[in-house]
């Protein structure tokens, strides 16, 4: 339910226009001013990390964002995890989507036809997300980016309010879906504890009347609240849906905010290590996924990394699984290099060639075979797909690249009727 416009562009490019020297990192869990935001971007650029905000001026992110969508290089695109997932969807000619979020002049003449918005839905303002891109290598005073990645941002009020998340419920009756993908609850971020709370309920009760028989994928994204994100996987909202779509910063926040394992690590270093994230994986499916003794239905989690994916399934519930997990990580090579078919002279392999499956039981340990690059394996009731990514050398677009995987494997993932 979350939708708005994108507007990409060179992070330095629009600090510069902006007038905003560099200057040291700082983080800041809300941007409350334009110095906020050139410590925030330092901070994350040094790191090479993806940072999502929420700007809290309206006024001072109006005339930013009209400044950023004016730069003369700046591009407009779809936005909003739910969108790009239907987006992404929607490019296969047998499917029909239907897109609830905060739709505006803009964004509606930017959906592909396959994409039906029903008129509860339009406004007359379109959102605007702003995304500032760095490329691997790149200087901006004393700071250097270890790799390419973005920044973003958004002063979003009917997105971070979920306003759209009732018209959606509401029209499934009429619309009759065969898979539902919910996403947009980070954007809850920005309100205050008491309304996010409430509306957190709200959501919980509307996504509750959602028919059981329909498989529902929950899109996870950047986050910065634990308290808030406990509360959406213990009491309320893991339960609710069947799948899970997160990438590893989201994957390491969860495991700090439950105090699940490896929940000491403060942040990865390089490529996140397999046995760690496949240990919280596990943990997830095992303290908050279906079991006999449990009323969840969360039997998938779809793990995507730059180097590798891994695809999580408790047994019995999907089928498919490594063409899943395998087309998820082609879309990743394709779409980061915009080709139709990965291209093998612009990628190239980062994932880990040998590595243990597990830091806190027994592990066993894989070496990735070329003529097989899907890999299996199993433990207490829960498979794991492992796959390298062919990864883009030179990525022309790196935004909405896990709403392009999530979106992929879902398409491949067989879900068995209960």
Request: glycine fraction near 6%; charged fraction near 20%.
């Amino acid at each position: 339910v979350n939708a708005c416009v994108d507007v990409v562009l060179s992070g330095v490019k629009l600090l510069e226009a902006l007038g905003l020297e560099p200057s040291d990192g700082k983080n800041h869990a809300v941007l409350n001013s334009r110095q906020d935001l050139r410590e925030a971007f330092a901070h994350f650029m040094e790191r090479g990390a993806a940072a999502e905000r929420f700007f809290s001026d309206a006024e001072a992110f109006q005339d930013i964002a009209r400044t950023a969508s004016e730069h003369p290089a700046a591009q407009l695109y779809v936005g909003g995890n739910a969108a790009l997932i239907g987006q992404k969807l929607a490019t296969n000619p047998d499917l029909k989507i239907l897109l609830c979020g905060p739709v505006g002049p803009k964004l509606h003449e930017l959906l592909d036809d396959n994409v039906v918005v029903p008129p509860e839905s339009m406004q007359e303002r379109d959102e605007f997300h702003l995304i500032l891109e760095y490329q691997a290598g790149e200087q901006w005073g004393r700071v250097r980016a270890p790799a390419a990645n973005r920044f973003i941002f958004s002063h979003d009020l009917s997105n971070g309010a979920l306003n759209m998340l009732e018209v959606f419920v509401s029209s499934l009756d009429e619309f009759q879906p065969d898979l539902v993908v919910l996403s947009g609850l980070h954007m809850m971020e920005g309100q205050s504890k008491e309304m996010r709370y409430r509306r957190l309920m709200e959501a919980v009760a509307s996504i509750s009347d959602i028919p059981t028989d329909i498989p529902i994928h929950l899109e996870l994204a950047s986050m910065t609240d634990q308290d808030f994100m406990s509360n959406i996987m213990h009491q309320q909202v893991f339960p609710l849906v069947n799948s899970i779509g997160l990438n590893e910063q989201e994957l390491l926040f969860l495991t700090q905010s439950a105090s699940g394992p490896h929940a000491s690590l403060a942040s990865w270093s390089g490529i996140p290590d397999v046995g760690v994230v496949s240990d919280i994986l596990f943990w997830i499916l095992k303290e908050h996924g279906k079991t006999a003794e449990r009323a969840s239905d969360l039997t998938r989690i779809h793990f995507h990394t730059l180097a590798y994916h891994i695809l999580v399934t408790v047994d019995g519930h999907w089928g498919n699984q490594a063409a899943a997990v395998a087309a998820g990580a082609r879309a990743a090579g394709t779409q980061a290099c915009a080709t139709d078919t990965i291209d093998a002279s612009k990628v190239f392999l980062k994932a880990p060639l040998e590595f243990v499956t597990s830091h806190t039981e027994a592990p066993s340990k894989i070496s990735l075979n070329p003529d097989k690059p899907v890999v299996h394996w199993h433990r207490e009731g829960i498979s794991f797909h492992f796959t390298p990514v062919l990864v883009c050398k030179d990525p022309v677009r790196t935004v909405g690249l896990g709403d392009a995987i999530s979106a992929e494997g879902l398409l491949y993932s067989e879900v068995y009727p209960q």
